[in-house]
């Protein structure tokens, strides 16, 4: 891409944006201290170091286990250490066996873990391990939703939401919530939201943080930014140490106020205590706005290097199959990526990657072909769209393309000041 042409359409774009700035540092800036942090780790480490010794004691007791394996995972969330997610999993593993997989508490647990790893048809057989156990029936059938919307079994995912009974418990809502967004309704995903966090209100402080910081970035996706900034600083007076509270506000300096000098604060405070790889992406970003080559390729190469361990499975394939594709020209290794992804769970999500790569390999009639049968009207994110408008414009369906990359510009906010600049740039030329 022209640098030159970038330049003047950021400048001109950027200078009309005169609102009123919406983060203010003053709110967020006592937040960024790692006492907050080293409070918190402290007291997990203590009770790793209790459970260990008493694990030592007696290595066939399934409940020292589970409380270390709990413990390992609290300490993974703090730190972002993926070695505690695979620590705290084994020994899980380990504890189930013990019982023959008949602890459905257990296999519940299991089934999360699995989620987060990306190993979401291992989630779905403890889900049925746990039903054989003869769990809780309403736990099995939240853990089925959760999994059967990664797999891409909407339809399957839909009939057991229905047949959850308490329509207005904390757990319906969330993902009824997950469900309306997912359909496009974001308006009435909000209002579902808002009603779950008045369940947990100052009943259920971690609860109450989720909901919050989860209603943040619901807020930033409709463009109630203000709310979306009340809404994580609420978390963050919940619980200092709410990383992701702090990465929406950095997001919203960025994208929103165009600090990307405070932004970078924020999130080399969060590196400086959690290593959560997305950083490193976010701050490759601002690297290419603030038109920092080195800048970027430094965090781009460190990304790539730390993911790409196979301790981290699938989990960020999104993002690498992005980086080979658009950043290291490896259109090959992006499609390989890609294929492993839509073999493993066919989505529109995963169907939206492949299509991509498809039309940057030059294969434009192929790319249509999931585009269509697939993704569109599949899945709403703005960057899906702009995906779809191009294509469907390589293919001879310039108004078609234009209004998807005209609707994908109304997230704008979503998209942050890099491809929001791109996609104009490709209005300018159709």
């Known amino acids: 891409m022209n640098r030159l042409l970038l330049s003047v359409f950021v400048i001109l774009f950027f200078a009309c944006q005169t609102k009123k700035r919406i983060a203010n540092p003053e709110d967020y800036s006592g937040y960024l201290q790692k006492q907050f942090v080293n409070k918190n780790l402290s007291n997990i480490i203590q009770d790793i170091a209790f459970w260990e010794r008493r694990l030592k004691e007696d290595t066939s007791s399934y409940v020292n286990l589970s409380e270390l394996a709990s413990l390992k995972l609290r300490l993974f969330r703090q730190t972002g250490d993926i070695n505690l997610l695979i620590q705290g999993d084994s020994l899980l593993q380990r504890s189930s066996e013990k019982l023959n997989h008949k602890d459905p508490e257990l296999l519940f647990a299991l089934s999360q873990i699995s989620i987060a790893r990306h190993s979401f048809i291992q989630s779905a057989s403890y889900n049925t391990m746990a039903d054989a156990a003869k769990g809780d029936i309403h736990t ?36 009824k919530a997950k469900w309306e967004d997912h359909q496009g309704r974001l308006d009435e995903a909000i209002v579902l939201m808002e009603k779950a966090l008045l369940k947990v209100k100052d009943r259920y402080p ?28 609420k978390a963050l007076q919940s619980n200092p140490a709410d990383f992701h509270s702090l990465k929406g506000i950095a997001w919203i300096l960025y994208s929103a106020d165009r600090n990307s000098k405070e932004a970078k604060r924020i999130l080399h405070y969060i590196l400086s205590v959690h290593t959560n790889p997305e950083i490193m992406l976010f701050l490759a970003d601002i690297a290419e706005f603030e038109e920092n080559d080195a800048e970027k390729r430094k965090w781009l190469e460190e990304f790539t290097n730390k993911v790409s361990n196979p301790i981290y499975g699938g989990m960020y394939n999104k993002y690498l199959i992005a980086i080979y594709a658009e950043e290291l020209n490896d259109l090959d290794k992006a499609f390989l990526l890609a294929k492993r992804e839509t073999d493993y769970r066919f989505t529109p ?62 997230s704008s906010f979503e998209l942050g000041p890099v491809i929001s600049t791109k996609v104009r740039m490709k209005l300018e030329k159709l």
């Open 206 to 233: 971690e609860l109450q943080e989720w909901a919050l910081s989860n209603l943040g970035d619901m807020y930033g996706h409709a463009g109630r930014l203000k709310d979306a900034y009340s809404a994580y600083l």
């Open 349 to 410: 999500e995963t169907c939206d990657w492949m299509a991509w790569i498809k039309y940057l390999k030059g294969d434009y009639k192929e790319a249509l072909i999931l585009v269509e049968n697939y993704v569109y009207r599949r899945i709403y994110e703005p960057e899906t769209l702009m995906h779809c408008g191009i294509i469907l414009a390589a293919n001879d369906r310039k108004a078609e393309g234009r209004k998807l990359l005209e609707e994908s510009l109304q």
């Open 140 to 175: 099995i059938r939240l853990l089925q939703f959760d999994t059967w919307m990664e797999l891409g079994r909407y339809e399957e995912a839909y009939v057991i939401l229905e047949q959850l009974k308490d329509k207005s418990s904390f757990d319906f809502l969330i993902r």
